[in-house]
Structure formats: structure tokens, C-alpha cells
């Protein structure tokens, strides 16, 4: 083993290797804590699904999505797709309400996981293409993608949780960014400006509209408030498959000239950043994390484009989102 020095960049130093300190000790028991970037922890074992539980294709395979899946769905695949969008909703609420300094994120992907089998649902990124766990939770300069691990949540953190579970044989993909603990006014702001990014750009969708138009609102929504927009992750197809072939830029490309039918559904998820749009992966090949480590979040739902309109798939039961109403981590509490 070779011992890290003060040299070492911290993000780079894992958590078993000896702490740079000399102390002998552990990095993860000595000083890792005095960083502020995100730094990965341990993983815990692989989660099962009870036998009983239908599993999407990639749960064997490892694989991904079958990309080829029409974007108009049926009236058979819509009706499925509420049912199982509204338990994302539901899902993600629950999580989210668990969400505190000192709990761990492994802690929450574990509690996505068991509400998910418990509602009789298989939780889509278990093993699509290759993702070790049941939820996604993406900390502070993480972008998105992060892995569930021992770390626990400090206060101050803004933590986003991405929810996706498969029952009926479709998907409904759902996140929102939470608050922990006491959090200063500029991520405070950050959050409420990423969920109104995604309001109105859901708040565009009906037919005839270019597809275009979604990432135009978002994108100058964002700038006004000094902002900038993640390029390299974009909203997508969802049904039978994970993610299909339709691309949702959250950014105005006027190549997105496709215009919105009834019967199409898709996500928008922005992911919105204080300082630098630009992402960079960690070696996991799974984290991505802003080039400046400046704080990132994300809000996401699956939306049907309706004959007239927009419907939400991914309201949770009360028909609100899932972090709204008065919880400690209600971005819209803290003004
Ligand atoms: N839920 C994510 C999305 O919004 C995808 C997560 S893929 C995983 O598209 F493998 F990381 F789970
Ligand atoms: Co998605
Ligand atoms: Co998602």
C-alpha cells in the first residue's frame, strides 16, 4: 500500500487508505470529516428482491434499456404508468421524510428499497447496467448518480434522492433535492430556483410544442438567476424501459425540434448549478460531481402529454411533490 501524502488531492484519498496525518489511522476514521467535497464511503451489501417480484430485464443482465420503445404509449402502458408513477411519489416522500444530519445514505437507500419490494415493486436502478444499489442520492457537488454509502448526512448538506421503481411491468422515475439540517440562503436558493425550473418547463408541455421550448424556459430561468445548467444529463423516454431514445435537453438546443404528442411520456430533470454547468465522473465510472465542486440539485418527474395539456405521473398520493408540505426539508418552508 502505498501511504498517501499531504500532496494527494483529498477526493482522491479512499477510506481505508492510512490518513495522510501520519496518525496510522484510517482516512475515513481520522480526517476525512474536515473536507468539504463529497467523499465516497463504504458500501454495504448487495439488497435482494423477493423471487415474487416481476424484475425488469436489466435485473438479471446487468444491461440496459431497450431503446427502441415507441414514445406514444398506450392507452394499457398509460394506465399501468400511473399506478406505478404514483408509488415513485409515494416512495420518494417517504424517503425524503427520513432525511436528517447523522443518517446515512446507504440508511436511505435501504428504507427505498424495502418500501419499494413492500409495495410489490422491483426498484429500477438495482442493477441497471451495473449500479450496485436501489436509489440514487446525489450530496452537495454531486450532480447526480451518487451511490448510497456509509456516509452520513451533515448538517448543512443538500442531498437530492432519485427514486425509480418498476411494478406492472413500467417504470416511473421521480427525484427531489432536500435540505439538511440548517442550510445556508444560497443553496436555499439553488433548490427553490431547480424546482421552479422544473415547474415551469412541466407547465410548457402540451401538444404541438417543440421540445426545444422545455429547455428554453429552464435554461433562462436559471441564468436569470445567475445559474447555470448541466449539458451531459438529459430527460428521457421511460415505459416498459428505463430510458428510451428521446432526448430532453434542459438547455435551449434548437435542434429539438420534435414536437410533443398526446400519449407521449418522458421526464424533465434538471440539474441546475451555482457556479460551473460542467461535470466530471469519479472513478466509480457512476458519480458525477461539478469541475469546481461548487453545489448542483435536481428535480424530476415522468409527464404524459395529455390531449389538451400535462399530467403529472409522478405526484405522490395527496396529489402534491414529494418534498412539499411543511416537512423541515420543504424547499418552499424556507422561503
Ligand atoms: N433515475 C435516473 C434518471 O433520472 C437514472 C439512474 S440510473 C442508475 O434517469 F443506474 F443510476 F440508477
Ligand atoms: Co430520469
Ligand atoms: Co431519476
Not at 18 to 46: I, N
Not at 153 to 163: A, E, F, H, W, Y
Not at 278 to 296: I, L, P, Y
Request: hydrophobic share 35%; net charge negative; glycine share 10%.
Amino acid at each position: 500500500m502505498t501511504a498517501t501524502d499531504i500532496y494527494t488531492p483529498l477526493s482522491k484519498i479512499r477510506p481505508n487508505d492510512p490518513c495522510f496525518c501520519g496518525s496510522g489511522q484510517k482516512f475515513k476514521r481520522c480526517h476525512r470529516s474536515t473536507t468539504d467535497r463529497v467523499v465516497a464511503g463504504d458500501l454495504s451489501p448487495r439488497r435482494e428482491v423477493p423471487a415474487s417480484i416481476e424484475r425488469p430485464p436489466w435485473a438479471e443482465s446487468g444491461g440496459g434499456s431497450d431503446r427502441n420503445e415507441p414514445d406514444v404509449k398506450s392507452a394499457d402502458v398509460i394506465d399501468r404508468m400511473r399506478r406505478t408513477g404514483r408509488l415513485a411519489g409515494d416512495v420518494l416522500a417517504a424517503v425524503g421524510a427520513a432525511v436528517a444530519p447523522g443518517v446515512t445514505t446507504d440508511e436511505l437507500d435501504e428504507l427505498c428499497h424495502r418500501l419499494s419490494v413492500e409495495a410489490g415493486a422491483y426498484p429500477s436502478p438495482l442493477n441497471y447496467n451495473g449500479y450496485k444499489k436501489s436509489l440514487c442520492t446525489s450530496v452537495n457537488e454531486v450532480v447526480c448518480h451518487g451511490i448510497p454509502d456509509s456516509r452520513a448526512l451533515r448538517d448543512g448538506d443538500i442531498v437530492n434522492l432519485d427514486v425509480t421503481v418498476f411494478r406492472e411491468g413500467v417504470n416511473g422515475d421521480t427525484n427531489a433535492t432536500f435540505l439538511v439540517g440548517t442550510v445556508d440562503p444560497e443553496s436555499q436558493r439553488l433548490v427553490r430556483v431547480t424546482r421552479e425550473c422544473l415547474s415551469m418547463a412541466i407547465d410548457q408541455v402540451r401538444p404541438g410544442q417543440p421540445i426545444s421550448e422545455l429547455g428554453r424556459v429552464i435554461e433562462s430561468h436559471a441564468e436569470a438567476n445567475g445559474f447555470g445548467v448541466v449539458q451531459q444529463f438529459v430527460g428521457h423516454g421511460i415505459g416498459e424501459t428505463f430510458h428510451t431514445a428521446l432526448a430532453i435537453p434542459h438547455y435551449y438546443e434548437p435542434k429539438a425540434t420534435r414536437r410533443l404528442e398526446p400519449g407521449m411520456v418522458f421526464t424533465i430533470e434538471p440539474m441546475i448549478t451555482v457556479g460551473d454547468w460542467r461535470a466530471r465522473m469519479w472513478d466509480d465510472d457512476w458519480t458525477a460531481v461539478t469541475v469546481d465542486g461548487k453545489r448542483t440539485a435536481q428535480f424530476e418527474h415522468t409527464l404524459l402529454v395529455t390531449d389538451d395539456g400535462v399530467e403529472i405521473l409522478t405526484l405522490r398520493s395527496d396529489g402534491l411533490w414529494s418534498g412539499d408540505g411543511g416537512q423541515p426539508t420543504d424547499p418552499l418552508a424556507h422561503g
